[in-house]
Every structure is written in structure tokens, then in C-alpha cells.
């Protein structure tokens, strides 16, 4: 997928960020497998969320669609993040990690919840 918005300079500074709250896998910077979308999915099936980052050439993705599919169909949190032209590489840095914050914070919650009635 060709992406003006998504590049590699963005990507890895979302990874040393998300990596503060938990280790993140990154197809466009993890993936040397010979099976590129195989892998993605063995990653997927471990997630605990994912992170979306909604360009409009990425919504129109055969192959990001299938991930969203498969993200659900176990039950993956999805956290989408919606990008284009108007928003620079440090806005939408700052934008994924006030998703994984408040998901974050909403999953310590639950986790307190379940823990009080347990």
C-alpha cells in the first residue's frame, strides 16, 4: 500500500511510544517474512488491540480490510485513528497515544472492576 501520510519516519516514532505501554508489531517495520500477510496475521491473532490508521488509501486496502476483518472476528479492540494531508507526523503521533492512553486507562478499569467482584 502507497501512503503520502504513513511513512517510516511516522511509524517509528508511534512504535517508541506505543512501546512504552506495551510492545507493538508494525508490518511496515517488522515484517522481513517471506509470507509478508501470514505473519501479519500470527501477529494479529496475539494483539490485544490495533491501531488503524485511517488514510483514504488505507480504508480502500484489500489487505487492510482483511486485518480489520480478522481483528474482530477475535474479538481485537480496535482503535482507529483517522489521518490526512492537513495533520503532520508529531498530530498524529499525538493522536495514537491519546488512543492507547484512554484505552489504556479504560482496560486498568475493568481490570479493577473484575478484580472488586471477583
Known sequence: M???YIT???LSKIAINVNKYNSCYIDLLHNN????????EEELQQAKFLVFLKSESASKSNW???ELELAMENNIKILEVAIDKLKTESEINQLVIEAITKLTKANQHMHWIQKSFA
Open 2 to 4: 502507497h501512503d503520502d
Open 64 to 66: 487492510v480490510q482483511r
Open 33 to 40: 517474512s517471506k509470507n509478508k500477510q501470514k505473519r501479519v
Open 8 to 10: 517510516s519516519s511516522l
